[in-house]
Antibody, heavy 119, light 107 residues
Framework: DVHLVQSGVEVRKPGESLKISCKTS????????IGWVRQMPGKGLEWMGI????????KYSPSFQGQVTFSVDKSINTAYMEWGSLKASDTAMYYC??????????????WGQGTLVTV | DIQLTQSPSFVSASVGDSVTINCRAS??????IAWYQQKPGKAPKLLIY???SLQNGVPSRFRGGRSGTEFTLTISSLQPEDFATYYC?????????FGPGTKVDIK
């Protein structure tokens, strides 16, 4: 079975850095793009971007380019998203999700449970 | 970026009703439109992908379709567990945008 398990709740101050994780299992990690989605309190879903674990190729939404950095650790089948300097407006739930194919042009079929970040 | 608009933004319906939600793209796209269901406090769940393909395990009362740049999600015979917010998403451009969502509430 495919599973994506995200790291727990985070509370940080403005200006601090943060790295959240998404540990995957049940499928070949390197072969499927992983995406990140933001949901601000009471709001809709926002696509932040995707990363291909096979070669760490990343595509960022223009809205999030330069604001976050995606990375992976293939040895532990885990994807990460990192902020260098948090802002209060980064307060949100963040989801990781797997794209259903290997081209980078598909929809998300499996989702993590979300990581709540409060700044 | 391709923008998606959804209509209606809110619909009130009863158990057993049929509901159709529309998703319009700002420009022509091919077929990677998905529909997700989200309940409060939960992660989104994929219902339909590639416009009309039913995700494994999703009941057949959920149906996806398309007419030109307008995509539809139809839920026939609403069940109590279907009251949720529904989002469309496109994966045809560099940014795979989501629609703003449609909340389906109990009348």
């Amino acid at each position: 079975d495919v599973h994506l398990v995200q790291s727990g709740v985070e509370v940080r101050k403005p200006g601090e850095s943060l790295k959240i994780s998404c540990k995957t299992s049940g499928y070949p990690f390197s072969s499927y793009w992983i995406g990140w989605v933001r949901q601000m309190p009471g709001k809709g879903l926002e696509w932040m971007g995707i990363i291909y674990p096979g070669d760490s190729n990343s595509k960022y939404s223009p809205s999030f380019q330069g604001q976050v950095t995606f990375s992976v650790d293939k040895s532990i089948n885990t994807a990460y998203m990192e902020w260098g300097s948090l802002k209060a407006s980064d307060t949100a739930m963040y989801y990781c999700a797997r794209q259903m194919g290997g081209t980078g042009w598909e929809n998300f079929d499996y989702w993590g449970q979300g990581t709540l970040v409060t700044v | 970026d391709i923008q998606l608009t959804q209509s209606p933004s809110f619909v009130s319906a009863s158990v057993g009703d049929s509901v159709t939600i529309n998703c319009r793209a700002s420009q022509a796209i091919s077929n990677w439109i998905a529909w997700y269901q989200q309940k409060p406090g939960k992660a989104p769940k994929l219902l339909i992908y590639a416009t009309s393909s039913l995700q494994n395990g999703v009941p057949s009362r959920f149906r996806g379709g398309r007419s030109g740049t307008e995509f539809t999600l139809t839920i026939s015979s609403l069940q109590p567990e279907d009251f949720a917010t529904y989002y469309c998403q496109q994966a045809n451009s560099l940014s795979h945008t989501f629609g703003p969502g449609t909340k389906v509430d109990i009348k």
